[in-house]
């Protein structure tokens, strides 16, 4: 019962003819399609620079395996290398 009907619908759209006229309502739809281009742009600007400040700052970086040649038995790789180029 509260939705709209089809004629509801052409009733507003008579008094809309009838206030705005037919001349002015290309323009008028004119004006709302350039609104709605522009809306859209900067919103895409606006979600385009938060991205863009998260790619400027510097992410840290997970730790990285330790050094090859480091853990258990490397003091004994290092002697045996050592040794084995004197």
Known sequence: ???MQPW????VIVV???????KKLPDAARGLGRSM??????MGEMTGDGKK?????????PPSDPAPG??????AR???DKHADS
């Open 1 to 3: 019962m509260g939705a």
């Open 8 to 11: 509801h619908w052409i009733v």
């Open 16 to 22: 809309v003819v009838i206030l705005f006229g037919s």
């Open 37 to 42: 281009r522009i809306l859209k742009s900067e």
């Open 53 to 61: 400040d998260e790619a400027e700052q510097p992410r840290e970086l």
């Open 70 to 75: 480091a853990g258990p038995g490397a003091e």
């Open 78 to 80: 290092r002697a045996a």
